[in-house]
Each structure stands twice: as structure tokens, then as C-alpha cells.
């Protein structure tokens, strides 16, 4: 059973940080590859960052690269995005995704205010 859970998202002033998390509240995520979307208003959904289900590689958009760090713990069942430096461009509903047999299956989102 998948259901993703982000947390996290707030106001916060330019040059500050925060810290998402994403969850599942019934299975494992230990399986999955986990990835980091986000939307501003009228903007398409962009991917943010991804993390391979060992947590060995990642991937940052450009736009974030060098300030934005994911990770993942098992005990907790939790996908972290530690947000540094945040510039007002960040400001969007951030949002956690994973595919299982084919099928996406998205959080419901949280928002950040820069």
C-alpha cells in the first residue's frame, strides 16, 4: 500500500533553509526510487531531485544543484529534500513521487513560500 505523505513546507525568508519530508504511510519505500517535483502557479510540474531506491545516486536540476540535498532513511520510511539557500524562485508546492509496475503515485503536496 502506497501513500505518500510530504511535510515540511513553510515560509520562510530568502537565503534560509527547510527541510521536506516525504513518507509512506503503508509499505516500504526500500524498493523505490523516489523523486521531488515541483509547481509554481502557472508553471508546469519540474522535476527537483531524485534518489535511487539505495540511496547511492542522485540527481538535482540544474536550478538546484549545490543547494538542495536529498536523501533517505530506512527506519524511517522517509525521503528527505534539505533546502539551503533558498531564493524566491523555489517558491512552488513541492510534491513526492514514485512509480510502482508503471503506475505513479504522487503525494499531495506542500508548500513553500520564499
Known amino acids: 500500500h502506497l501513500a505518500l505523505v510530504e511535510s515540511g513546507g513553510g515560509l520562510v525568508q530568502p537565503g534560509g533553509s527547510l527541510r521536506l519530508s516525504c513518507r509512506n504511510e503503508g509499505s516500504t519505500l526500500d524498493y523505490f526510487a523516489v523523486a521531488w517535483f515541483r509547481q509554481a502557479p502557472g508553471k508546469q510540474r519540474e522535476g527537483v531531485s531524485c534518489?535511487?531506491?539505495?540511496?547511492?545516486?542522485?540527481n538535482y536540476a540544474e536550478s538546484v544543484k549545490g543547494r538542495f540535498t536529498i536523501s533517505r532513511e530506512s527506519a524511517s520510511n522517509t525521503v528527505y529534500l534539505q533546502m539551503d539557500s533558498l531564493k524566491p524562485e523555489d517558491t512552488a508546492v513541492y510534491y513526492c513521487?514514485?512509480?510502482?509496475?508503471?503506475?505513479?503515485?504522487w503525494g499531495q503536496g506542500t508548500q513553500v513560500t520564499v
Open positions: 513521487k514514485l512509480v510502482q509496475s508503471g503506475l505513479p503515485y
Open positions: 534518489i535511487s531506491a539505495n540511496g547511492e545516486r542522485t
